[in-house]
């Protein structure tokens, strides 16, 4: 059987079992219950496993991210698929999992629809807004027909990685609700949110434009970026707002980086087999499955898989 027959013959199966699955349901069930469901951005075999532990043990929904750069490191989208099928199916996963293009570029969404991904982001940001639209539309038809769901952002979400710092950028309310009508799953649009670490003089999130969002694109799941550091209170009153699924990624980065260097600094890698990569980067691991059930709690996404 040619593989990526192999790879689509399992994602039907695993489809069948309810356990690989689009964004979609998940999204609209966290809408009409007002909690969110988070993304968990993964990068190796170690964070999909911990993010999957986290997920079953609070039987919570998750969406894994995977974004141009993990999926390259990781030597391609079909490994990324292929390794997070097997793994639910060895592990015996019952919540529902999708897998999530970050960021996607117009071919990397194509690569990611050929790798049997349950979903998709295409930020069609760079584009002029006809040329976003044209080829949204185009990716919506695809995932319509494969049963996949689709992200799309609206304005440009600053941070780090684009080294712009600050106060992130506030989307058009009316540019929102022009590409949520061209039947996208899910929004991402910026309300002040930036990626990687928040300055200290940021301004925080602006619940107006959110507002003014939401009561323009109605039961429409909109996305939160740039999880990471935002106060607690302002992730709630998001939720109640209409935000139906929140990124996280750096702050996983973060607890596994800490968890990774207080063990070298203790010495322990260098007591008896510590060196062995199994031990050196468990402490990383669950740190990792620490602070996605402590997301999970926040998010109000526990025990509702
Ligand atoms: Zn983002």
Same mark, same amino acid.
């Given at each position: ?7 689509? !013959? ?6 069948? &079992?309810?356990?690989?699955?689009? =964004? ?17 951005? *993964? ?6 496993? =911990?993010?999957?532990?986290? =997920? ?80 949204? +539309? ?5 995932? $319509?027909? +494969? ?49 990687? $670490? ?6 925080? &999130? ?23 550091? *935002? ?5 709630? !009153?998001?939720?109640? &707002?209409?935000?139906? !699924? ?19 600094? =203790? ?13 050196? &980067? ?24």
């Amino acid at each position: 059987m040619p593989k990526d027959v192999r790879s689509s !013959k399992r994602r039907d199966e695993l489809e069948e &079992l309810n356990m690989l699955v689009s =964004a979609k349901e998940m999204l609209e069930k966290a809408v009409a219950g007002h909690y969110a469901v988070g993304q968990f951005n *993964i990068n190796n075999l170690e964070w999909t496993k =911990a993010i999957l532990t986290a =997920a079953e043990e609070t039987k919570s929904p998750v969406i894994l991210g995977v974004s141009e750069g993990a999926g390259k490191y990781m030597t391609g989208f079909k490994t990324v698929q292929d390794m997070v099928a097997a793994m639910v199916e060895e592990m015996g996963i019952t919540v529902p999992v999708a897998t999530h293009l970050d960021h996607g570029s117009y071919d990397g969404c194509k690569k990611c629809i050929e790798a049997g991904f349950t979903s998709i982001m295409f930020d069609g940001s760079k584009y002029p807004i006809e040329e976003n639209v044209a080829k949204t +539309k185009e990716l919506i038809e695809i995932c $319509k027909e +494969k049963g996949m769901s689709l992200e799309a952002e609206v304005g440009a979400i600053g941070g780090e990685e684009d080294g712009v710092v600050g106060q992130g950028e506030c989307a058009d309310p009316n540019e929102c609700k022009m590409i949520a009508d061209l039947g996208v799953d899910m929004l991402a649009a910026g309300i002040g949110n930036i990626h990687g $670490k928040y300055p200290e003089n940021w301004a925080g &999130l602006s619940f107006e434009t959110l507002d003014a969002i939401q009561k323009l694109t109605g039961d429409m799941p909109l996305v939160l970026h740039g999880g990471t550091g *935002i106060p607690d209170d302002m992730i709630k !009153k998001a939720i109640d &707002l209409g935000v139906a !699924k929140i990124n996280v990624n750096t702050e996983c980065q973060l607890v596994f980086a800490d968890a990774t260097r207080e063990y070298i600094e =203790a010495g322990k890698d260098r007591e008896g087999k510590g060196y062995d990569p199994r031990k050196l &980067l468990k402490p990383g691991y669950e740190a990792i499955i620490a602070k996605v059930k402590e997301k999970m709690e926040l998010f109000g996404s526990v025990g509702k898989a």
